[in-house]
C-alpha cells in the first residue's frame, strides 16, 4: 500500500513501474493471462470482505447490488479477456502495394497505464480497465476513490498480497493525490468521473502528452415513443434507476414523453416500486447516497424543480418520509413538468430522481437531446423497426440501447464509452485491449526493393511513368 506525500513520491513509483516494465520486455500470453486471472481471483477470493467495505462506505449498499456489479460484472470481463488474449495478440496481416513486400500490425504494450477510479463502484471501475489493460501487456497504477475509504484501503492490502507492485500498484490519497497523479508521465491514463473534473484530468494530461480514455456520464436521455408500452418502459427504466440508488453514470437522467403518456409512466413506477421495495428506510436492498453533501445536493434538486413549477411526485412507501438523513436514503422521486430552468435539468443527477419532460412527438425529442451536450447513453422505447433506426440515425450517443435501459454495459464485444462531453475512448473486451495497445505498424521490404528504387534519381525515366499513371487515373 502507497501513501505518497509528495509529487517527487509519485514520480519515484512511477519511474520504477517504467523501469521494470522495459526491463522485463515483451509480457507473453501466459504472463498476461496469469495477471487477469489473478485479478479475478483476488475478487472472488475476497468478495465478501469486499462487499462489507462497499457498504461500510455508503452507509447501505444493497449487497446483491455490490455482487452483481462490483463482483461477478469485473470478474467475467477480466476472464473474457483471459479466454481471448492469444487470438487479440496476434500481428494482422494487410496488403501491400508491391509484389514481395510484407506488411503487418503489431499490436504492442504501452508500458504503464494509470487509473483514476471513481466511488459508485469502487472494484468495477478499477478492476474492469485491467481486462484490456492486462490483456495488452502493460501494468498498472490505480488512484481509487477517498470517497469510498475503506474499499480503497481493503483493495490496496488485497493487490500488495496478489501482484508484485512492479505489476500492478495503488496510491491512496484526497483529491491534492489525486491531481497530482493526473499529471504524471504515463504510458495511458483512465479517468471514469464528472464532465468538470475530466477537464482538469485531461488539461493535466496533455502537459505530458498522455493520451487518455475519459468515461464521463453526463444526462442520459429516455424517449418514449407514442406507440411503446408505457408500463414496460417505465419498469425497466425505474429498475435501473434505483440499482445503487441511482449513482450510476449509466442511469436514466430524464425521460422525453407526451404529456397525455405521463400519468401512465406514474402509475407504472409507483406499482414498480411498491412491489421491489415495500419499504426504503429499513430496507438492505436500498441503498444509501454515498454522503451528507450529496444526499443535501439531492434534496436541494428537488426542492430548486419544486420551487420553479415541477410537480413532485415521491414513491416513498405510504408511511414513510421522502428522505432521511440518518439511513441517508432518498425515496424515488419523479419531476413533472421538469424545463430547463431547473438545475435537475442543468446537471447530472446521480441519485433517484427522474425528471419528465413533455414533448409532442420524437421529433421534438431529437431536437432536445441535440441541443445538448452527447450523452453517455440514450435509450430508445418503441418497436416501430423505422423509427428506431430513424432515432439511431439522427441522434449521437456513446451507446444506443432499444427498449431497456443499460444492457449494453454487460456486453463484452461492445465498446463501453462516451463521445463528445460524455467521454473519449472506450474499452471492455478487445476494445480495450486495442485501447491500450500500441498498433504499430511494420513493414518488410522486397528484396528488389521496388518502392525504394522509385524514389532514386535520376527521375528523367521515371517523369514518364508518373505522368502516365495520373493521366491513367482521369
Known amino acids: 500500500m502507497l501513501n505518497p ?21 515483451h509480457v507473453n500470453a501466459a504472463t498476461r493471462k496469469d495477471r487477469l486471472l489473478r485479478a479475478a481471483k483476488l475478487i472472488t477470493d475476497n468478495h465478501d470482505q469486499l462487499v462489507k467495505a462497499i457498504s461500510t462506505d455508503f452507509g447501505n449498499r444493497s449487497h446483491y447490488q455490490s455482487l452483481a456489479a462490483d463482483i461477478l460484472t469485473t470478474t467475467n470481463m477480466l476472464r473474457h479477456s483471459a479466454e481471448q488474449l492469444e487470438g487479440w495478440m496476434q500481428a494482422e ?13 503489431q499490436y504492442q504494450a504501452l508500458g504503464v497505464v494509470g487509473i483514476i477510479s471513481p466511488w459508485n463502484f469502487p472494484v468495477n471501475l478499477a478492476f474492469g480497465p485491467l481486462a484490456g489493460v492486462f490483456a495488452a501487456g502493460n501494468s498498472a497504477l490505480i488512484k481509487p476513490s477517498e470517497l469510498t475509504p475503506r474499499t480503497s484501503e481493503v483493495l490496496a492490502e488485497l ?3 496478489y501482484f508484485d507492485p512492479m505489476e500492478l500498484g495503488v496510491v491512496l490519497g484526497d483529491a491534492s493525490v489525486g491531481a497530482a497523479f493526473s499529471a504524471l508521465p504515463f504510458d495511458h491514463l483512465v479517468f471514469t468521473g464528472s464532465t468538470t473534473v475530466g477537464r482538469h484530468v485531461m488539461k493535466a494530461a496533455a502537459e505530458n502528452l498522455v493520451p487518455v480514455t475519459l468515461e464521463l456520464g453526463g444526462k442520459s436521455p429516455v424517449v418514449i415513443e407514442e ?46 416500486i411498491a412491489n421491489s421495495y415495500p419499504e426504503i428506510q429499513a430496507n438492505k436492498d436500498y441503498t444509501s447516497i454515498i454522503n451528507e453533501r450529496h444526499f443535501q445536493r439531492l434534496i436541494s434538486l428537488i426542492q430548486d424543480a419544486k420551487d420553479k413549477g415541477a410537480r413532485i411526485v415521491s414513491l416513498a412507501p405510504e408511511g414513510e418520509p421522502d428522505y432521511d438523513i440518518i439511513t441517508g436514503k432518498i425515496a424515488p422521486h419523479l419531476i413533472l413538468n421538469a424545463n430547463d430552468s431547473m438545475a435537475v435539468m442543468q446537471e447530472e443527477i446521480f441519485g433517484p430522481l427522474l425528471p419528465l419532460v413533455a414533448v409532442d412527438s420524437v421529433t421534438d425529442a431529437i431536437r432536445f437531446i441535440n441541443a445538448r451536450p452527447r450523452p453517455l447513453a440514450a435509450y430508445y422505447f418503441g418497436n416501430d423497426t423505422e423509427k428506431q433506426n430513424h432515432f439511431a440515425e439522427k441522434t449521437t450517443s456513446g451507446a444506443l440501447v432499444i427498449n431497456d435501459v443499460m444492457t449494453h454495459a454487460s456486453v463484452e464485444t461492445l465498446p463501453f464509452g462516451g463521445v463528445g462531453a460524455s467521454g473519449i ?16 505498424a511494420v513493414v518488410r521490404q522486397s528484396e528488389d526493393g521496388a518502392s525504394n528504387l522509385r524514389l532514386r534519381a535520376p527521375y528523367e525515366e521515371k517523369l514518364g511513368a508518373a505522368a502516365a499513371l495520373l493521366n491513367g487515373n482521369k
Not at 496481416?93 to 500490425?105: D, E, F, H, N, T
Not at 434505483?242 to 409507483?270: E, H, M, S, W
Not at 475512448?425 to 480495450?432: D, Q, V
Open 5 to 25: 506525500q509528495t509529487n517527487q513520491d509519485l514520480m519515484t513509483i512511477l519511474g520504477a513501474m517504467k523501469k521494470a516494465h522495459l526491463a522485463h520486455g
Open 227 to 272: 406507440n411503446a408500452d408505457i408500463s414496460l418502459a417505465a419498469e425497466r427504466v425505474m429498475t435501473v434507476k434505483t440499482f445503487n440508488a441511482g449513482q450510476i453514470c449509466l442511469a436514466p437522467d430524464y425521460v422525453l414523453i407526451r404529456n397525455d403518456k405521463a400519468d401512465a409512466f406514474v402509475a407504472a413506477a409507483k406499482s414498480l
Open 159 to 161: 493487490i500488495a498480497r
Open 93 to 105: 496481416p494487410v496488403a501491400s502495394p508491391y509484389p514481395g513486400m510484407q506488411s503487418w500490425i
Open 425 to 440: 475512448g472506450a474499452y471492455h473486451g478487445i476494445h480495450g485491449f486495442r485501447q491500450f495497445t500500441h498498433a504499430k
